[in-house]
């Protein structure tokens, strides 16, 4: 059974940072894609940024220069560091899995809220 579990939300004034952490379990998580996507109350769900089995990253133009995806594959786990937060950050925050076979995976999601 698959679990993405993400932890490292929360209530953060503008300008500050957070870190999120999604473990996942019951996938090969070294050759997995992971992602983070955010969905904010009343628009659709969004790319924030992903990072391949390889190491390449990709991110959303609103995030690029504070945010930083990282990935742990002893640790089967995938980081997002986020700085210089504002408050159009404010969402919740899915922690995502793309197996070789293109089944996908999501977390339960984590809320982030920034307050100005």
């Known amino acids: 059974q698959v679990q993405l579990v993400e932890s490292g939300g929360g209530l953060v004034q503008a300008g500050g940072s957070l870190r999120l952490s999604c473990a996942a379990s019951g996938i090969i998580f070294s050759i997995s894609t992971m992602g983070w996507y955010r969905q904010a109350p009343g628009k659709q769900r969004e790319l924030v940024a992903d990072i391949t089995s390889g190491g390449s990253t990709n991110s959303a133009d609103s995030v690029k220069g504070r945010f930083t995806i990282s990935r742990d594959n002893a640790r089967k786990t995938v980081y997002l560091e986020m700085n210089s937060l504002k408050p159009e950050d404010t969402a919740v925050y899915y922690c995502?899995?793309?197996?070789?076979?293109?089944?996908?995976?999501w977390g339960q999601g984590t809320q982030v809220t920034v307050s100005s």
């Open positions: 995502n899995a793309k197996a070789p076979t293109a089944t996908t995976y």
